[in-house]
């Protein structure tokens, strides 16, 4: 295993820890008035457009991705659409949710850093659903959402 295999498969265990512990995707997170107009905003052309931007880039650099590091990808897209669910009971959010955080995990991986998806991780630690504008944020996706500035 490589250093970068190795440090790939660091950021992922500590996005999942964050996840199972509850610093992401708490109670709190899903506290809110209308989950409908959070999904339709969602659906609107400036997230969507951007969402997709994201999602292409990835999907050129998707190849470098191992077999191992996917598998663990796709646990934290099950964990994510599990919390979702169990507090919201909307298959619909939480397919949007692991979708998030399946595009998180493979930038976090794939060192694909953006303003807009620095962003929508920071929303996550926020306890907030990203939804509508977002603001860009200047910074490293894994400094940003891990808070970490060792690995």
């Known amino acids: 295993m490589n250093l970068k295999e190795t440090n790939s498969i660091l950021y992922l265990e500590k996005l999942k820890n964050l996840m199972l512990s509850g610093s992401l995707l708490s109670k709190d997170t899903f506290i809110v008035d209308d989950l409908d107009s959070i999904m339709d905003s969602r659906e609107e052309s400036n997230f969507d457009k951007q969402w997709i931007r994201n999602y292409n880039k990835i999907n050129e650099k998707r190849y470098l991705i191992n077999f191992k590091i996917k598998e663990l990808i796709d646990s934290i897209r099950e964990i994510a659409y599990k919390i979702t669910y169990a507090f919201t009971e ?59 500035n060792i690995l």
Do not use: C
């Open 90 to 148: 909307s298959s619909d959010l939480a397919a949007y949710v692991s979708d998030d955080f399946g595009l998180i995990a493979e930038a976090l991986v794939l060192n694909h850093n953006d303003e807009w998806l620095n962003t929508l991780g920071k929303k996550y630690l926020e306890n907030k659903i990203p939804n509508g504008t977002l603001n860009p944020s200047k910074g490293e996706l894994r400094k940003i959402l891990l808070m970490d």
